[in-house]
């Protein structure tokens, strides 16, 4: 499995990942012990039912993190060198125990690094939808990509 370089990342293109998932309750659970994140409203149902939303709600974080990984393997999978940051995160509606998420990447802009020829950084605009084609999750990544090695070429003796 091959992610795309800089050099075929182009910007305005919006790529719809095939990969789907489903968040469990294990999932929320087990994310929300192993990031230390106490809150009720993940890992109690009781508090959850009392609440506005009557159930528990997925843990945010763990939301991002599976938006962006369903991405991996169409954009990043080998061609990446990091990520430099994810800014305007935002969680429009809530995600539930049992809700399919599905995601998009849009690329935004990219520039050639000034420090590395063979590297450049692209903005991709990730989305998350669940089951009801609702909105969920987006932000903002910068990543820091390769560029597609060149051919390397046999010398003659």
């Not at 994810?86 to 935004?108: L, N, Q, R, S, Y």
């Not at 999750?137 to 990509?145: G, I, K, T, V, W």
Request: glycine letters at 8%.
């Amino acid at each position: 499995m091959q992610g795309l370089y800089y050099d075929e990342l182009e910007v305005g293109r919006v790529i719809q990942h095939a990969i789907r998932r489903t968040a469990t309750e294990m999932d929320n659970t087990l994310f929300s012990c192993l990031t230390h994140n106490p809150q009720p409203l993940h890992i109690d149902h009781q508090f959850a039912a009392d609440s506005e939303w009557g159930k528990p709600l997925v843990n945010s974080i763990f939301t991002l993190g599976l938006m962006i990984g369903i991405s991996v393997s169409d954009t990043t999978i080998g061609t990446t060198i990091g990520n430099l940051g994810m800014t305007d995160v935002k969680f429009p509606k809530p995600v539930f125990h049992g809700d399919t998420i599905h995601a998009t990447t849009e690329i935004v802009s990219k520039r050639k690094s000034a420090s590395r020829p063979d590297a450049g950084i692209v903005v991709f605009h990730h989305r998350a939808f669940n089951q009801r084609g609702e909105l969920v999750a987006e932000c903002l990544r910068q990543a820091f990509m390769h560029t597609k090695p060149k051919a390397k070429t046999k010398q003659k003796a």
